[in-house]
C-alpha cells in the first residue's frame, strides 16, 4: 500500500557535537512562565501552568553563526517576539515525577515563540482558540540542540534577545515561575511524552514588536545564539 502523495518529510533539527538530527515529533509551550511577564500581560505571578501546541511545520532550523531570513506572517500589525529556552525530551513518560523529569531530557536549546500579538488577543477576548495568534507558519524557530550528556542541566544562565542591537528581554532561567522538571511532571499528565517532543518552556518580561526588516539576536549563556531576521 503506498501514500496517495508523499507525506511531508520530518524536521530534524541539528545536534551540537554530532552528525545526528533530533526528529521533532511535537511542540509544546507553556504560557505565562515568567512572574514579571505574567504581570505585564495582566496576571498574576503564579498560576497553574498551561499549555498550548504549535505544529513541526512550525520549526525553523537557525544554524549556529548565520542570520536565517523569516517572510514575516500574514493578518498581522503586531508581530511580537518571545525568547525561550526549550527543553528537547529523550525518553518516553507518562505521569512522570518531578523527582525523575530531569532523566526524560535530551537537551536544551534556544527558541523564539514568536506570536501574532494582535490576532491572539482578539481570539482570546471572545473566547476563542488562538492558534493563529500562536501556530501559523514558521513561529518557531530554533538553535541547534546541546545534549545535557555534554552541557548539563541550566541553572540560571541568562536569556535575552535584541532588536536590531538593542535589549528587549534579559533575565535569567531561574526566574522560571514552574522550573524545567515541574513543566515535565505537569505535560505528562494530560499527554504521553515521547523522543522527538520540544517544550517551549515560556518568554520572560520585554516582549514586544517587531517590524520588517529588522534582526532579533538572543541567546542563553552556555546553550548558544540564534539571529532571525524578518522580511
Given at each position: 500500500?503506498?501514500?496517495?502523495?508523499?507525506?511531508?518529510?520530518?524536521?530534524?533539527?541539528?545536534?551540537?557535537?554530532?552528525?545526528?538530527?533530533?526528529?521533532?515529533?511535537?511542540?509544546?509551550?507553556?504560557?505565562?512562565?515568567?512572574?514579571?511577564?505574567?504581570?505585564?500581560?495582566?496576571?498574576?505571578?503564579?498560576?497553574?501552568?498551561?499549555?498550548f501546541c504549535k505544529p513541526a511545520g512550525a520549526i525553523v532550523v537557525v544554524p549556529t553563526d548565520t542570520t536565517v531570513d523569516v517572510p514575516f506572517p500574514s493578518r498581522t500589525d503586531n508581530l511580537q517576539?518571545?525568547?525561550?529556552?526549550?527543553?528537547?525530551?529523550?525518553?518516553?513518560?507518562?505521569?512522570?515525577?518531578?523527582?525523575?523529569?530531569?532523566?526524560?531530557?535530551?537537551?536544551?536549546?534556544?527558541?523564539?515563540?514568536?506570536?501574532?500579538?494582535?490576532?491572539?488577543?482578539?481570539?482570546?477576548?471572545?473566547?476563542?482558540?488562538?492558534?493563529?495568534?500562536?501556530?501559523?507558519?514558521?513561529?518557531?524557530?530554533?538553535?541547534?540542540?546541546?545534549?545535557?550528556?555534554?552541557?548539563?542541566?541550566?541553572?540560571?544562565?541568562?536569556?535575552?534577545?535584541?532588536?536590531?542591537?538593542?535589549d528587549r528581554q534579559r533575565s535569567d532561567v531561574s526566574q522560571l515561575i514552574w522550573s524545567v522538571p515541574e513543566v515535565i511532571a505537569n505535560l505528562s499528565t494530560y499527554f504521553a511524552l515521547e523522543p522527538?517532543?520540544?517544550?517551549?518552556?515560556?518568554?520572560?518580561?520585554?516582549?514586544?514588536?517587531?517590524?520588517?526588516?529588522?534582526?532579533?539576536?538572543?541567546?542563553?549563556?552556555?546553550?548558544?545564539?540564534?539571529?532571525?531576521?524578518?522580511?
Open positions: 500500500m503506498t501514500f496517495l502523495f508523499e507525506p511531508e518529510a520530518t524536521v530534524g533539527i541539528p545536534i551540537v557535537g554530532s552528525d545526528a538530527l533530533f526528529p521533532v515529533r511535537r511542540v509544546y509551550c507553556v504560557g505565562r512562565n515568567y512572574a514579571a511577564h505574567a504581570r505585564e500581560m495582566g496576571f498574576s505571578d503564579r498560576e497553574p501552568p498551561f499549555f517576539h518571545e525568547i525561550e529556552l526549550v527543553v528537547a525530551i529523550g525518553s518516553a513518560g507518562r505521569d512522570i515525577a518531578t523527582e525523575s523529569a530531569a532523566d526524560h531530557v535530551f537537551g536544551y536549546g534556544v527558541g523564539l515563540d514568536m506570536t501574532r500579538r494582535d490576532l491572539q488577543f482578539a481570539m482570546r477576548d471572545k473566547g476563542r482558540p488562538w492558534e493563529i495568534g500562536k501556530a501559523f507558519d514558521r513561529s518557531a524557530p530554533i538553535a541547534p540542540l546541546c545534549p545535557v550528556a555534554a552541557f548539563g542541566h541550566p541553572a540560571g544562565q541568562a536569556i535575552w534577545v535584541q532588536v536590531d542591537g538593542v522527538g517532543d520540544l517544550i517551549y518552556t515560556g518568554t520572560p518580561e520585554g516582549v514586544g514588536k517587531v517590524e520588517r526588516g529588522q534582526t532579533m539576536r538572543g541567546g542563553i549563556d552556555g546553550l548558544g545564539t540564534l539571529s532571525v531576521r524578518m522580511v
